[in-house]
C-alpha cells in the first residue's frame, strides 16, 4: 500500500519566535510576572499561545511548568504539530495508526508519536548498543517518509513492508519508493545555485518506520544529508541520509538512505530513486531477517532530547567513517599478513623440495658410482 502526494508551499511553526512581543513601557513588578501567565484564559494559552509553538518548544514548555504540564493529551495540538511536521502521518491511514499509540490515561497518541520519532535514538551506537529488545518483531514496517526543499515539502509517500515471506528474510533489506522505470518530477525549479554544498543545507528528508503491533515508530533520517555527490557523467546528485545502528555484535552498522535526483528540460527538481538499505562495517547489505532484528533493537531503544540531532547525526556518521577506515586497515594488515605468510610458507615448501629432490640424486650418482667401481 503505498500513496504519494505532492503539498503546496506551507509554513510550519517556528517555535517562541513567532509569539507576537507587547512590552509595556510601565514596570511590573516581579511578584506579578510569576503568576501573569497562569492569569491567561486558559482558551487563549490553548489556542493563541501553544499553537504557535513547534514540537520541541512545546515538550520544552511541558517538562518546565506545570502549568503545561497537561498539553501532552491535547490531541489537537500534538496533531497539528505532527501533521506540519510530517505531512505524510495526515492520511487517515496513518492517523488511526498513530491514534493507537495513547495510553489512554494522560498521553495521546500524536504525543506519544512525536516523542519517539523526533530525537536520534540513543545511546550512540558507535560507543554502546542498545538494550536487548522485549517484544517481537512486527510482520510488517511502514515507512512514512517526507522530503523538503528549503522547508517546501516536495514528496511524501506512505509504504508498507511485509516482513514475514522468504523473499523478504533472506534478500538484501531494502525499500525503494520510486519505480526504477519511472521519476517524479517536483514543482521546484533549480537555480543556478544549487550546488551540492548548497543542497547539503537546502535538502531535508524525514523517513519514519513503523511498528504498529508494538505501538513503537523511530526516524532513521539524519533529516540532512550527511553527503552529497554529482556524478560526473549523467549530472545526478546523489544524496545520502541514513542513521549509525547497533549490530548484531558489537559493530555498527549504517542504515543508509539514499536519494538520486536530476533536473527535467523546465528545469523541474526530479527525484529518481529514494531508496533505504542497511550495509556493515564490511560494505555488504544485510539481508531482511538480521535487517528487521536491528531494526526492532532500535525502535525498542530510548531516544535522545532532540537538541541539535543533525549535527549529532553526521558527527555519528564521521566517527563511523572513521570506524569503518580502522577495521577496512586492520582486515588489509591481517591480509597482507596472511599473504606474507603462505607466501613463506611456499618458498619453504620449495626449499624443502628441491633440497631433498638434491640429496636423492646426490644417492643415485653415489650409488651409480659405487657399482661402477
Same mark, same amino acid.
Given at each position: 500500500? =503505498?500513496?504519494?502526494?505532492?503539498?503546496?508551499?506551507?509554513?510550519?511553526? @517556528?517555535?517562541?519566535?513567532?509569539?507576537?512581543?507587547?512590552?509595556?513601557?510601565?514596570?511590573?513588578?516581579?511578584?506579578?510576572?510569576?503568576?501573569?501567565?497562569?492569569?491567561?484564559?486558559?482558551?487563549?494559552?490553548?489556542?493563541?499561545?501553544?499553537?504557535?509553538?513547534?514540537?520541541?518548544?512545546?515538550?520544552?514548555?511541558?517538562?518546565?511548568?506545570?502549568?503545561?504540564?497537561?498539553?501532552?493529551?491535547?490531541?489537537?495540538?500534538? @496533531?497539528?504539530?505532527?501533521?506540519?511536521?510530517?505531512?505524510?502521518?495526515?492520511?487517515?491511514?496513518?492517523?488511526?495508526?498513530?491514534?493507537?499509540?495513547?495510553?489512554?490515561?494522560?498521553?495521546?497518541?500524536?504525543?506519544?508519536?512525536?516523542?519517539? =520519532?523526533?530525537?536520534?535514538?540513543?545511546?550512540?551506537?558507535?560507543?554502546?548498543?542498545?538494550?536487548?529488545?522485549?517484544?517481537?518483531?512486527?510482520?510488517?514496517?511502514?515507512?512514512?517518509?517526507?522530503?523538503?526543499?528549503?522547508?517546501?515539502?516536495?514528496?511524501?509517500?506512505?509504504?508498507?513492508?511485509?516482513?514475514?515471506?522468504?523473499?523478504?528474510?533472506? =534478500?538484501?533489506?531494502?525499500?525503494?519508493?520510486?519505480?526504477?522505470?519511472?521519476?517524479?518530477?517536483?514543482?521546484?525549479?533549480? =537555480?543556478?545555485?544549487?550546488?551540492?554544498?548548497?543542497?547539503?543545507?537546502?535538502?531535508?528528508?524525514?523517513?519514519?518506520?513503523?511498528?504498529?503491533?508494538?505501538?513503537?515508530?523511530?526516524?532513521?533520517?539524519?533529516?540532512?544529508?550527511?553527503?552529497?555527490?554529482?556524478?560526473?557523467?549523467?549530472?545526478?546528485?546523489?544524496?545520502?541520509?541514513?542513521?549509525?545502528?547497533?549490530?548484531?555484535?558489537?559493530?555498527?552498522?549504517?542504515?543508509?538512505?539514499?536519494?538520486?535526483?536530476?533536473?527535467?528540460?523546465?528545469?523541474?527538481?526530479?527525484?529518481?530513486?529514494?531508496?533505504?538499505?542497511?550495509?556493515?562495517?564490511?560494505?555488504?547489505?544485510?539481508?531482511?531477517?538480521?535487517?528487521?532484528?536491528?531494526?526492532?533493537?532500535?525502535?525498542?531503544?530510548?531516544?535522545?532530547?532532540?537538541?541539535?540531532?543533525?549535527?549529532?547525526?553526521?558527527?555519528?556518521?564521521?566517527?563511523?567513517?572513521?570506524?569503518?577506515?580502522?577495521?577496512?586497515?586492520?582486515?588489509?594488515?591481517?591480509?597482507?599478513?596472511?599473504?606474507?605468510?603462505?607466501?613463506?610458507?611456499?618458498?619453504?615448501?620449495?626449499?624443502?623440495?628441491?633440497?631433498?629432490?638434491?640429496?636423492?640424486?646426490?644417492?643415485?650418482?653415489?650409488?651409480?658410482?659405487?657399482?661402477?667401481?
Amino acid at each position: 500500500m =503505498s500513496h504519494t502526494t505532492t503539498h503546496p508551499p506551507s509554513s510550519a511553526p @517556528s517555535g517562541l519566535s513567532l509569539i507576537p512581543a507587547v512590552i509595556p513601557d510601565t514596570h511590573i513588578p516581579p511578584s506579578s510576572t510569576t503568576s501573569g501567565l497562569s492569569s491567561v484564559p486558559a482558551d487563549i494559552l490553548d489556542t493563541q499561545i501553544l499553537t504557535r509553538l513547534d514540537g520541541p518548544s512545546l515538550a520544552s514548555a511541558t517538562c518546565a511548568s506545570t502549568l503545561f504540564s497537561t498539553t501532552h493529551n491535547h490531541h489537537h495540538l500534538w @496533531s497539528t504539530i505532527c501533521h506540519s511536521t510530517w505531512p505524510s502521518t495526515a492520511t487517515d491511514y496513518i492517523a488511526d495508526i498513530i491514534s493507537t499509540f495513547s495510553d489512554n490515561r494522560t498521553r495521546t497518541g500524536y504525543y506519544s508519536f512525536f516523542s519517539q =520519532s523526533f530525537p536520534l535514538p540513543t545511546p550512540d551506537p558507535t560507543t554502546l548498543p542498545p538494550p536487548p529488545p522485549s517484544s517481537s518483531p512486527a510482520p510488517e514496517l511502514i515507512s512514512t517518509v517526507d522530503i523538503h526543499y528549503r522547508n517546501i515539502p516536495i514528496f511524501t509517500k506512505t509504504e508498507t513492508t511485509t516482513t514475514t515471506g522468504d523473499w523478504f528474510q533472506f =534478500s538484501p533489506f531494502r525499500i525503494d519508493l520510486i519505480n526504477p522505470k519511472n521519476v517524479f518530477t517536483t514543482p521546484v525549479i533549480l =537555480s543556478g545555485d544549487a550546488t551540492c554544498p548548497a543542497m547539503m543545507e537546502d535538502v531535508t528528508l524525514s523517513w519514519i518506520l513503523i511498528d504498529r503491533f508494538n505501538k513503537r515508530s523511530v526516524n532513521l533520517s539524519s533529516i540532512k544529508p550527511v553527503s552529497v555527490n554529482r556524478h560526473w557523467l549523467s549530472g545526478e546528485v546523489q544524496l545520502r541520509f541514513g542513521s549509525i545502528l547497533a549490530g548484531d555484535d558489537v559493530a555498527a552498522v549504517e542504515c543508509r538512505i539514499v536519494v538520486v535526483s536530476g533536473v527535467s528540460e523546465n528545469g523541474n527538481m526530479q527525484l529518481r530513486e529514494v531508496v533505504m538499505e542497511i550495509e556493515g562495517m564490511d560494505g555488504k547489505c544485510l539481508d531482511g531477517r538480521g535487517s528487521l532484528g536491528i531494526l526492532h533493537r532500535v525502535m525498542e531503544g530510548k531516544r535522545g532530547n532532540g537538541v541539535n540531532k543533525v549535527e549529532e547525526g553526521r558527527r555519528r556518521h564521521r566517527r563511523y567513517e572513521e570506524m569503518k577506515r580502522e577495521s577496512r586497515e586492520r582486515r588489509e594488515s591481517t591480509e597482507r599478513k596472511s599473504r606474507v605468510e603462505g607466501t613463506l610458507d611456499v618458498l619453504c615448501l620449495v626449499f624443502w623440495l628441491c633440497v631433498s629432490i638434491g640429496l636423492f640424486f646426490v644417492l643415485i650418482v653415489k650409488k651409480f658410482i659405487l657399482k661402477r667401481d
